[in-house]
């Protein structure tokens, strides 16, 4: 009988993946009710860097999800999927950094860098670091992963709210 390398962690990752997967439809909601609005000039490079990231953090919480809920017959695989999920958000955290500095319709302030910047690239470095730690520590890269997969949600339900709320009450009072 082959042991499941996630045993154990399958209610974690169905909570979360689930979380994921109806938020990024949230999201889709959200942004169709704003859509009729008129835009703002320069309004599409706002959303690349504020809006975007967040239906992509989805995406990958929902993405590690499926990825450690298969029936691996080891960590390796995982891993390196894992591992290059980490290394290809490290990469995507630099592309937001550089559409936050070029768009000019917010002036982005600690908290945006905080959870725009620093803590995706903390929640994508852990999962490169420990799908290369994953072959001699598993147990301890398990819960790494899951800590990272739980960040990336806390961080587009942060970001969701943040947008939201700009919305309503800040933009919304300029226009009125």
């Given amino acids: 009988m082959i042991v499941a390398v996630f045993d154990g962690w399958e209610n974690f990752y169905v ?24 835009l703002a000039p320069g309004a599409e490079k706002a959303g690349g860097a504020f809006a975007t990231p967040s239906v992509v953090h989805f995406a990958v919480v929902l993405l590690l999800s499926a990825i450690v809920s298969a029936p691996w017959d080891g960590i390796t695989p995982a891993a390196a999927l894992w591992g290059v999920v980490g290394v290809g958000g490290v990469g995507y955290t630099a592309i937001v ?3 936050m500095r070029l768009q000019s319709i917010y ?3 600690l908290e945006d860098w905080l959870f725009h910047v620093m ?8 999962l490169a670091v420990t799908a290369a730690a994953a072959l001699a520590y598993a147990r301890p890269a398990e819960f790494f992963v899951a800590a990272a997969a739980l960040l990336l949600l806390f961080i587009g339900i942060h970001n969701a709210w943040d947008a939201v709320t700009y919305q309503v009450f ?7």
Wanted: glycine share 8%.
């Fill in 107 to 109: 002036e982005p302030v």
């Fill in 15 to 38: 909570i979360v993946g689930s979380s994921a997967g109806a938020l990024i439809g949230l999201q889709f909601v959200v942004v169709s009710l704003v859509a009729s609005r008129p």
């Fill in 170 to 176: 800040v933009r919304a009072r300029r226009e009125g």
């Fill in 97 to 99: 950094t550089r559409r």
């Fill in 119 to 126: 803590l995706p690239f903390a929640a994508y470095t852990i």
